[in-house]
């Protein structure tokens, strides 16, 4: 794997967290397995602390302030332990790690999102680190595009807004609701 695809990984979880409709053990479990965390068991105990480290991830989307997304990021950086780590495991090639294998499963988590937030920042920029525009969703997401132009979490968000915005411009401002 490339380190560049670990950074967006640790990203692209981050997001994922912060969307999570309900955070419980088995909804946070199965977003780790989804995305190939290694010992995603979660104690009914842990939860609580993902939902804290959840809150303190939310700030390193969508502000587009690069000092603003810094500091976000710097404060996570700083409530991880990060230990860069180079690991073989899986029969992959040797590759670098935020974490040792050893720790437990929220020490992991905490490093591989810190360290995936700071590399997508530095190595591809604050605005990839995204908040939906359209009206009454603001979902998160890390905007892995060629041309880094995403505004919207999903395609879906994106049409429905273009046809609200369509829709506000051909009907007459005077006919009011939906007809
Ligand atoms: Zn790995
Ligand atoms: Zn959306």
């Given at each position: 794997?490339?380190?560049?695809?670990?950074?967006?990984?640790?990203?692209?979880?981050?997001?994922?967290?912060i969307?999570?409709?309900?955070?419980?053990?088995t909804?946070?479990?199965?977003?780790?397995?989804a995305?190939?965390?290694?010992?995603?068991?979660?104690?009914?105990?842990?939860?609580?602390g993902?939902?804290?480290?959840?809150?303190?991830?939310?700030?390193?989307?969508?502000?587009?302030?690069?000092?603003?997304?810094c500091?976000?990021?710097?404060?996570l950086?700083?409530?991880?332990?990060?230990?860069?780590?180079?690991?073989?495991?899986?029969?992959?090639?040797?590759?670098?790690?935020?974490?040792?294998?050893?720790?437990?499963?929220?020490?992991?988590?905490?490093?591989?999102?810190?360290?995936?937030?700071?590399?997508?920042?530095?190595?591809?920029g604050?605005?990839?680190?995204?908040?939906?525009?359209?009206?009454?969703?603001?979902?998160?997401y890390?905007?892995?595009?060629?041309?880094?132009?995403?505004?919207?979490?999903?395609?879906?968000?994106?049409?429905?807004?273009?046809?609200?915005?369509?829709?506000?411009?051909?009907?007459?401002?005077?006919?009011?609701?939906?007809?």
């Amino acid at each position: 794997m490339k380190q560049n695809d670990y950074g967006r990984l640790g990203a692209v979880l981050s997001a994922d967290l912060i969307n999570l409709p309900e955070m419980n053990a088995t909804s946070i479990q199965q977003l780790f397995e989804a995305h190939g965390i290694r010992h995603p068991e979660v104690a009914a105990a842990d939860v609580d602390g993902f939902r804290r480290w959840r809150d303190q991830l939310a700030r390193a989307f969508g502000s587009g302030d690069p000092a603003e997304q810094c500091s976000a990021v710097n404060d996570l950086l700083a409530a991880a332990t990060i230990r860069p780590w180079v690991t073989t495991h899986d029969g992959l090639q040797p590759h670098l790690h935020f974490v040792p294998d050893s720790a437990d499963l929220l020490s992991r988590v905490k490093a591989v999102t810190a360290g995936g937030l700071a590399f997508v920042l530095c190595w591809e920029g604050g605005a990839r680190l995204g908040r939906c525009l359209r009206s009454g969703c603001s979902r998160a997401y890390v905007d892995t595009s060629r041309n880094g132009q995403r505004r919207y979490c999903t395609a879906r968000c994106g049409n429905t807004e273009a046809v609200m915005r369509h829709r506000s411009r051909t009907r007459p401002a005077s006919l009011g609701g939906p007809f």
